[in-house]
């Protein structure tokens, strides 16, 4: 009974951990913005935690670089199952104008299993809330809800 | 004044909220002239592959079969995945072919969805049949 309610007030109230993969700061600053009054992204329950650890949805930005590769698969390895995965921008996708350079070691799903593309560059925090929402239904599939 | 902040608590009390957005309930529309998703008339287009060379992200391939007909069938795809929205090929397409339309929410689970491809079909030039060699006159001597 205790877990029931457990179970079903965090499907009612998923929190997001964001990795910021080598992007060029527009996609993380839509991101802050859809956190922020005037687009109130946790009016649909959504959270920003401060580590993997506690997170349910993991937003990615940006298109993995030799510097962060390891810090990304740090943090998905961290993040308890299931999780989503969502890649905002287009730089995680396909890795964007960064495609073929020395430096870059992506797209992200060389690396993980992407759920969620939010397509932009950078995409308007309407559509981030668009893709968080999406993610959520996934994550109760994930969970085995509804 | 003992609570300095007593007037702004009481001013927001009655203030309207800050959340502008009513999303998902409407979506509110894009700034004028914003580079939202591709948008790809191939009726329009002529193959002249302006657009693939000015691509910075490569992000339009081009695909060409020939059919039974013999004709090349020329498929043109955008991946908005790929693409940074900078509207060069828009601008660069001398037969205004590719527009960016102001939809910016573009959110898939599966990246086939991401993809804005058209078709058209290249006929095979007909070669006009070749007059028959007339033989020249005889020379005289
Ligand atoms: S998608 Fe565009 S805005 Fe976002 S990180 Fe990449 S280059 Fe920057
Ligand atoms: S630039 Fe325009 S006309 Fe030329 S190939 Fe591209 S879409 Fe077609
Ligand atoms: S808008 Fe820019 S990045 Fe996108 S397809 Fe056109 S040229 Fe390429």
Redesign the pocket.
Known sequence: MFKKLIKKSAGKSPWLFHVNAGSCNGCDIEIVACLTPRYDAERFGFKLAGTPRHADIIVVSGPVTSQTKERVLRVLAQAPEPKVVVAVGSCPQSCNVFKGSYSVEGPLKNLTHVDVEVCGCAPKPEAIMAGLVEATKILREKRGEN | MVLPYLEEAIKNLFKRPATRVSFPKEIPPAAPDY?GR?SYDPTLCVNCGM?MR????A??TKTVERNEDGDDVITLS?DLG?????????DFCARKA?K?TEDYVMVATNPADLIVSGTFVKKKPVIPPKPPVQPLPKAEA
């Open positions: 580079r591709i657009c000015v691509c910075a992200p992000a339009i955008f790929s693409c940074t929205y900078c509207r060069t090929c828009a590719i960016l």
